[in-house]
């Protein structure tokens, strides 16, 4: 028996409420990294809309960690944690240093060179865009 588009998505919101209440009741499972120890950057997030075809840039908050934590044939990858946008009238530490335990959990990627450095190029950055274009057209489309 196939499932109504209805039932689908009352059955889909109710596994979506279901994993917030566990995750927000269980502890930070980076807590043992103590990325709260690493200093926060502020960075330019880049932003890929498939329905425009277009980007568009945002400012957040970030503490990645310096060294990978593993590694496959082609990229490097990370413990990231994020902050959502800083207010406008952030300027002052008090905002970067407050609530890491609750910020959301990433994983950054980053190409490496043949010899095993971050590959930091124009064709390495041109890859990643076009990486993310291929994720948000997928996922647009399914």
Known sequence: MTETK??????????????????????DP?????MERIPAERV??????????T?????????CQKEP?????MRFCYRLKKRSPPPTSAS????????WTR?????AKAYQTPDGQVDTSLEAKEAVRNDITLQYEAQYWA
């Open 6 to 27: 209805a039932a689908a998505k009352k059955r889909f919101i109710k596994n979506l409420q279901d994993a917030a209440a566990k995750a927000v009741a269980e502890d």
């Open 30 to 34: 980076w807590g043992k990294y103590e």
């Open 44 to 53: 330019v997030r880049h932003l890929y809309h498939p329905e425009t075809k």
């Open 55 to 63: 980007w568009s840039t945002d400012e957040s908050i970030v503490k």
């Open 69 to 73: 934590f593993t590694n496959g044939a």
């Open 92 to 99: 002052n530490h008090r905002f970067h240093n407050y609530g």
């Open 103 to 107: 910020a959301s959990n990433y994983v």
